[in-house]
């Protein structure tokens, strides 16, 4: 059997932490068992009460922080003895010393999530994403001249959730609104990241509290203050990423990742719009009218397409590796 250094175990576990988790909780934890295997856990304490009551999206973002492991680890030249063992919010393996680089790997310091408007692609880039999706099971493209239907979802699903005073506090509770937030530039969503300049930020502070959501909803003009149609529809294409009913949500993760790592190695990048997912009307119709096979769950859609050139990428916004491990 193989062991890792503990220092090794911090580098490993910075690098997989690189990984995408829902509203930026990283809920990951990395610990070095006695005899030599690595345990991946879920802190539960980061789960989403409101928007996560059944804790999927944190299983998902455990899942996407698994399969960086392994990818991190093939980096290493190191391979699970045995595939790792995923139980509810855990999972486990002992290491081997054999494994070569998987390809992936080098995409994962470019993966990142853009919320800022999208350059075109050309028709190559536009062709090479096409002819991927393809050859995908679990992906569906809608094409652009299919995003102003998607965008429509889009406005209406997040108007529903933002109405809900409790899920749009937990939301507000993971903004980073302002560099002055202790946890700015560590955890949760922050203003740059968003998109959004200082001038946004400081509004939406604002806006999105009691009693001024409803009182602006009232007089109509919610809908127009978070509206991301301008930016949505400077996507190429949209990409509904579906997996079977029933699969254990860190197997989800574990897809997903490597499905975002994929499309970072084409050139692309994307901004996900979960609402489309679990918001189960809209979920039921996009799937009947993008064929979404019988005995798939929609899981998210991606908005994707090519970051304007010269354009600052997001900095990534994580917790320090010792914070990522556990005794
Ligand atoms: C399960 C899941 C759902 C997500 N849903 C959304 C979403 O609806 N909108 C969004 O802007 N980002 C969404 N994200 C992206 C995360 O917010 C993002 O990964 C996180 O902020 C870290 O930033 P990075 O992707 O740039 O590394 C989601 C991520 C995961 C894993």
């Given at each position: 059997m193989t062991r890792l250094a503990p220092p090794d175990l911090l580098a490993l576990a910075a690098e997989a932490n690189l990984a995408p988790s829902v509203h930026n909780t990283q809920p990951t934890r990395w610990r070095l068992e006695p005899g030599g295997d690595v345990t991946l856990i879920a802190d539960e304490s980061r789960r989403l009460k409101v928007g996560d009551p059944a804790g999927r999206d944190l299983r998902v973002s455990l899942g996407a922080a698994l399969e960086a492991t392994v990818i991190a680890l093939s980096a290493r030249g190191l391979t699970w003895q045995t595939a790792p063992l995923i139980d509810r919010a855990e999972a486990?393996?002992?290491?081997?010393?054999?494994?070569?680089?998987?390809?992936?790997?080098?995409?994962?310091?470019?993966?990142?999530?853009?919320?800022?408007?999208?350059?075109?692609?050309?028709?190559?880039?536009?062709q090479s994403l096409d002819g991927w999706a393809a050859t995908r099971d679990d992906i569906t493209l809608v094409d652009?001249?299919?995003?102003?239907?998607?965008?429509?979802?889009n406005e209406h699903a997040s108007l529903g959730f933002f109405r809900n005073?409790?899920?749009?506090?937990?939301?507000?509770?993971?903004?980073?609104?302002?560099?002055?937030?202790?946890?700015?530039?560590?955890?949760?969503?922050?203003?740059?990241?968003?998109?959004?300049?200082?001038?946004?930020?400081?509004?939406?502070?604002?806006?999105?509290?009691?009693?001024?959501?409803?009182?602006?909803?009232?007089?109509?003009?919610a809908p127009s203050l978070i509206s991301e149609h301008a930016r949505t529809k400077t996507a190429t294409a949209v990409l509904l990423f579906h997996r079977p009913d029933g699969e254990?949500?860190?197997?989800t993760g574990r897809a997903l990742y490597r499905r975002l790592l994929e499309i970072t190695t084409l050139g692309f990048s994307t901004w996900p719009m979960a609402v489309l997912a679990d918001d189960p009307d809209t979920a039921a119709q996009l799937k009947r009218r993008h064929g979404i096979p019988d005995g798939h769950r929609l899981i998210n859609a991606w908005r994707t397409g090519i970051v304007p050139q010269g354009a600052a990428t997001p900095r990534r916004e994580r917790l320090p590796a010792e914070a990522l491990i556990t005794a």
């Open positions: 486990s393996g002992s290491l081997r010393e054999g494994a070569t680089t998987d390809p992936l790997h080098t995409a994962i310091p470019n993966r990142f999530t853009w919320r800022r408007p999208f350059a075109p692609a050309t028709s190559q880039q536009a652009h001249d299919g995003l102003a239907a998607i965008s429509e979802f005073a409790s899920y749009r506090a937990e939301l507000l509770s993971w903004m980073r609104l302002s560099a002055s937030d202790p946890c700015f530039g560590r955890d949760g969503l922050s203003a740059p990241a968003l998109g959004m300049s200082r001038l946004e930020a400081l509004g939406a502070g604002v806006v999105l509290r009691d009693p001024w959501f409803g009182l602006l909803d009232r007089v109509g003009l254990n949500p860190a197997e």
